[in-house]
């Protein structure tokens, strides 16, 4: 199995945020469902990206990437002009698999969907709800495969709000091809809504008309997304393992790249790490974070009440540095975050545990006390890149270096990890099964 140890060490320096891994599923589908050219850059493919590539690729759309200038370019002229059934192999992400079913029941495609991982286990029961009394049938046996056939019809579609709003932007992203005009109404609050926003603004970058009602949106049909050039903005989510590294170690650590008004719900992890106690500062498109109490006992950071309803992805990194703030930290309506790539409740409050950390799981979240440093060790990654990537901040504070089973699933959202860490000072040595 391959590892990675983690060796305290102080950080510092600057570094450049990876393309945010959401905006990129996105603009990469809208580019697919484009009649025409478009171009895409920075991209840095990871896992996922892959997986979203090679699906729009299944689907008709033709995809090349230069590796050199960082660009992706996708010709989607002929999507959806495929016959026969198609697999369409979403790696194992959720994202991928989400957004494309209804896409590819909106360009009447036969399909069968699979996936590596947990994600044939992971939920996507929603679609059976609403796709077969629009036309189209599912055949499964319960997760992946996933078969479709038929083509969506327009009409009127209802999701709970408290589910993944991965299915939401899927129907979004189909509604408009339709011969004919949707609604989509919510029937519960909506949560992660800031991944919503991301979709509406990567429709409107592409043409898209969508307009926002009460609990919902009217979706007009007959639409066609219009090509062209696309910037992809920095990554939040990975901005936070930074932001927290900064905040356990001392830093100053200078993150580019990243959109101060950026829709990414995450980017609130800047003001969290405000609120734990470490100082942030803008300048232009850079933010640095330092802490000047680093060196003292919990690193003079202060526990806190955390609501993850909208930042889910946070989770992990929020409890790595929670584990070393003074006083109590709860975090909580997190229980979404049982049906990720692993179960990361579980897999943080035992991963954390085993170096030393004072960590409960509770029925929806996470109840820590802080302590003034962990002791290390080792610890299993569950093959789920925030574990692992979380882990490295929590290694900051520890007395002994820290060995993470998994090392490669960092490459589902961020291959360049361990190089961008040991660039601004971090010890991670990788070592890989047979070496």
């Known amino acids: 199995m391959d590892t990675v140890t983690y060796t305290p060490a102080r950080l510092g320096g600057t570094i450049a945020m990876p393309p945010s891994k959401s905006a990129a599923h996105r603009a990469i589908l809208c580019a697919a469902l484009a009649r025409g050219v478009s171009t895409l850059s920075p991209i840095d ?12 690729t299944a689907m008709g759309a033709q995809v090349s990437y230069d590796s050199a200038a960082r660009t992706l370019t996708v010709d989607g002229s002929h999507t959806g002009e ?71 019809q327009p009409g009127d579609y209802a999701l709970l709000g408290n589910i993944s709003s991965q299915f939401i932007t899927g129907l979004l992203y189909a509604l408009p091809l339709l011969d004919g005009d949707s609604r989509l109404t919510l029937t519960t ?18 043409g898209i008309v969508v307009r926002a ?101 946070l ?7 929670a584990s070393c703030a003074k006083g109590e930290t709860r975090i909580f309506n997190a229980q979404r975050l049982k049906f990720k790539e692993s179960d990361r409740l579980h897999a943080m409050a035992e991963s954390l545990g085993a170096l030393g950390a004072q960590i409960q799981e509770i029925p929806d979240g996470l109840l820590i006390q802080g302590k003034p440093q ?12 925030r574990v692992v990537m979380a882990l490295s901040a929590a290694a900051l504070r520890c007395k002994n270096p820290v060995t993470v089973t ?23 040595h990788v070592v890989h099964l047979g070496e």
């Not at 699933?409 to 010890?427: H, L």
Request: hydrophobic fraction near 40%; glycine fraction near 12%.
């Open 189 to 206: 609050p909506l949560e992660s809504a800031a991944y919503v926003d991301m979709t509406l603004e990567a429709l409107r970058a592409f």
């Open 213 to 313: 009602v009460e609990n919902g949106w009217e979706i007009p049909g007959n639409q066609q997304y219009r090509p062209g050039p696309m910037q992809i903005e920095g990554d939040w989510s990975q901005a936070a393992f930074y932001l927290a590294m900064g905040a356990l170690s001392g830093g100053p650590l200078t993150l580019t790249g990243l959109k101060k008004d950026s829709a990414q719900g995450d980017k609130v992890c800047g003001e969290l790490f405000r609120r734990f106690g470490a100082q942030l500062q803008w300048r232009e498109d850079s933010l640095t974070i330092i802490n000047p109490l680093a060196g003292e006992e919990y690193a003079g950071l202060s526990g806190l009440e955390i609501d993850a309803a909208q930042i889910p992805d």
């Open 45 to 56: 493919p990871s896992q996922d990206m892959l997986a979203t590539m090679e699906a729009v």
């Open 315 to 321: 989770v992990p990194v929020l409890a790595a540095a």
């Open 406 to 428: 998994d090392a490669r699933s960092v490459e589902k959202s961020y291959p360049g990890f361990y190089a961008d860490y040991q660039a601004i000072g971090g010890n991670a």
């Open 374 to 385: 962990l002791e290390g060790g080792s610890a299993p990654g569950f093959n789920d890149h």
């Open 82 to 152: 495929v016959t026969g059934l198609r697999e369409v192999h979403c790696r194992e992400s959720g994202s991928t698999l989400r957004f494309c079913i209804p896409i590819a029941a909106a360009l009447g495609m036969e399909a069968v969907f699979t996936g590596s991982g947990r994600l044939p286990q992971r939920p996507i029961g929603c679609y059976l709800d609403c796709l077969p009394s629009h036309g189209v049938s599912c055949e499964t046996e319960g997760g992946l495969p996933f078969t479709i056939r038929g083509k969506l």
